[in-house]
Structures are given as C-alpha cells and as structure tokens.
C-alpha cells in the first residue's frame, strides 16, 4: 500500500533555531515529491518539488532532500522566523496517472 | 498571481440540509479537485475532474457528489449534510496530472450540527 509518513507529528522551537522534518514513503513507482506549507486557516502552498533525479533543493531558508533510494526525504528550515508556524505536509505522487498520496503533515510552532 | 476561490469560509449547516460548495479558478486549469481535511487523518480526496462534465470518484466519496459545468468551477454537494461531515473543505486545481503543483483555495470550514 502507497503510504507517506511523516514526522515528528509536531514541533516546538525557539526562533531562531533550525529544525528539520521527515518524510518517509512507501509510494512506487516514485514520480515527484512536494513540500507544501500550509498556514492556519489557509490552504496549502508548494514550498519545492523534488524529482527522482534531485538530492537537494532550496527555496531561501527552506531546504529540501531526497534520498529516492531510502525512500526518504527531509526538509530544513533554517534560523526560524514566526511565520514559519504551519503545517508541512509531505505529497508523493506516483509515475502514472493521477495519484497523490499525501503525508499526515507535522505541526510547527516557533516561539518568540 | 494564481487564484482558487472558494465561495464560503465558514458554514453551519443542520443534519440532512443540502449543502454546497463553490470553487473557481481563474488559471485556465483542466484539473480540479475537493479534499477534506480532518485533524490526524490528513488530507483526503473525495472527488476530482479533468474535464468539463467529467468526474471520478476519489477516496471518500460517500455521501458527496460534484459537478462541473464549466472549466472554472467546481462545486461540491452534500446531499444530506451529517454530523460526520463535520471538517475543513479544500478546493485544489492543477494544470497537469502527477507532475503538476496544487493551488489550493483557502478552504471552507463546515460544522453540522
């Protein structure tokens, strides 16, 4: 079964401080894999996509990794602001057609 | 800049009124979508198109049909609202399948009662 796990399920930090969140998936055949950061009462917006052939992407303070053969990916964000508070939700899409499986997400919180 | 517009944020509705939801985009998308999203279960499809008057069965559809008249708008209905309906509502729409990134609107809170 295609399964896309994440973790932690969520996260407490000071600002300032960098954190990193896991995603683990089980999805083949692998097409891509997207960050999207999804803001409280907001829907989701892409952070990065990841293809079979990347290992490492950034967008300004986020960066993402892709390990195809561990079947992992991390993404770093770092010297964390307030407004990085928001859900991080995982999304693998398969080789064929139109099939995303999405990630349980991990809840950020940067305190003050 | 890319917009996916939903029509209500927030609803209350009563058990077994009728209820729907409106979402338009305005990026010319063949793509459109309805999730549901509720706390520790994620985000999960209940219906997609990919074409005027098309549509295909997601992971949850009980309880939900759509449609879609024209190429912007997608609406979706409750037939008979019930309380385990009770979640946040997301549009979506992309241009390509797989490969293509989601914009998503700002989501529709519906709380029956």
């Known amino acids: 079964k295609n399964q896309v796990e994440q973790s932690p399920q969520s996260l407490i930090i000071p600002e300032g401080k960098n954190c990193t969140l896991q995603c683990n998936y089980t999805v083949s055949p692998f097409s891509n894999l997207r960050w999207y950061k999804q803001d409280t009462g907001r829907g989701p917006v892409s952070l990065t996509i990841?293809?079979?052939?990347?290992n490492t992407k950034s967008n300004g303070r986020y960066t993402a990794t892709l390990d195809a053969d561990t079947k992992q990916s991390s993404l770093h964000i770092t010297a964390s602001q307030l407004s990085d508070s928001a859900s991080y939700i995982c999304?693998?899409?398969?080789?064929?057609?139109?099939?995303?499986?999405f990630g349980g997400g991990t809840r950020l919180m940067v305190k003050p | 800049d890319v917009k996916v517009t939903q029509s209500s944020r927030y609803l209350v509705k009563r058990t077994g009124e009728k209820v729907f939801l409106e979402c338009v985009q305005d990026m010319d998308h063949e793509n459109m979508f309805w999730y549901r999203q509720d706390p520790g279960l994620g985000l999960r499809l209940i219906y997609f198109s990919y074409d005027v008057k098309m549509k295909e069965k997601g992971d949850i559809p009980e309880g939900y049909s759509v449609s879609r008249e024209k190429k912007e708008r997608f609406s979706l209905i409750l037939e008979s609202a019930s309380t385990n309906q009770t979640s946040m509502y997301l549009c979506?729409?992309?241009?390509?399948f797989g490969t293509g990134e989601l914009f998503f609107g700002e989501g529709s809170r519906l709380t029956v009662l």
């Open positions: 999304v693998v899409s398969l080789n064929a057609g139109n099939m995303l499986t």
């Open positions: 990841m293809t079979f052939s990347e």
């Open positions: 979506a729409s992309s241009l390509g």
